[in-house]
């Protein structure tokens, strides 16, 4: 990588760096958690399916996956959240992610998947809506 060397080089620089996530954020994401608790429920298992469907369907250009650790919401785990939205799908099983994905590439959101809270009427929208994640900054 070039030295940056003057204020203008800099700016370019981060002038590219806000385009790539202009770009990031135009498409969905899903991101995994994949810390011990994660990974014991069974998150590797839902990497490889969501990794080979969208090799399979070349979807390399339409839908990225993040891999985190450990969110804290273990009892939820395997968990994928789509961005974005933040819509959050817990205890995920393998038939449901194609249509997670299938959702997420269509901007929509399968209502009967997302999280909900016992006391709650319907589920929750987004993660800012799920009382663990609430107060979290």
Known sequence: ???ISTIEEFREYRLSFMKQD???QSQPCLVLCAGTGGQASGS???LRVIKRRIVENNLQDKISIRVTGCQGFCEMDPFVLVEPG???YPKIKMEDIPMIMDAALEGKVIENLLYK????SGPCQGQAEIPFFKKQT
């Open 44 to 46: 590797n298992d839902v």
């Open 86 to 88: 933040n819509h959050l």
């Open 22 to 24: 202009a770009l990031a």
């Open 117 to 120: 809270e016992k006391y709650q």
């Open 1 to 3: 990588m070039k030295r």
